[in-house]
């Protein structure tokens, strides 16, 4: 189990962008701990969701703090190494994030939505998690409730006017 060094600690969630209670106190318990929650040999004590498929370098899960409004969010989590940037996974290891991606659309007959891919530092993302994962996010089609609003993610921060 890596464990990180007191400084590194916070640095690995960003508890500015936890979306529920339940979410800060697991973020908490995972500080103290002093590991990444996202990291394969953690994953498993920290995500209370089972994973649903994975290969030789991703999982797939249910997000366990879906966002408002979605009626399906998983998570796909690359499984190799602890990573924060696209650009420390190698190329031909993309494509198999992909292929879960993909599993998840053809399995649940998903007609459309939005794939979510944050990078780096969460100070510029918007992210609560600080290693390499994509979000697949499905919300209901328009029109299917009068009362129906859109679905808003951060994505980072725009400078005050």
Not at 62 to 85: A, L
Not at 109 to 126: H, N, V, Y
């Amino acid at each position: 189990m890596t464990k990180y060094k007191e400084e590194e600690k916070r640095a690995l969630m960003d508890f500015n962008h936890a979306r529920t209670d339940e979410q800060k106190d697991l973020m908490e318990e995972i500080a103290q701990d002093g590991v990444c929650p996202f990291c394969q040999e953690n994953f498993i004590k920290y995500h209370p969701k089972p994973i649903l498929k994975e290969n030789a370098h991703w999982f797939l899960t249910e997000n366990m703090s879906p966002y408002k409004g979605t009626r399906i969010h998983f998570i796909t989590v690359y499984k190799d190494k602890h990573v924060t940037m696209s650009n420390e996974i190698p190329s031909e290891h993309m494509g198999q994030m992909f292929e879960l991606i993909n599993w998840a659309i053809e399995k649940h007959k998903i007609e459309g939505g939005a794939i979510l891919i944050r990078f780096g530092d969460s100070s510029c993302t918007g992210g609560s998690v600080d290693h390499f994962h994509a979000h697949l996010i499905i919300g209901n089609a328009k029109g299917t409730d009068e009362g129906a609003f859109k679905i808003k993610k951060k994505v980072g921060y725009m400078k005050a006017k």
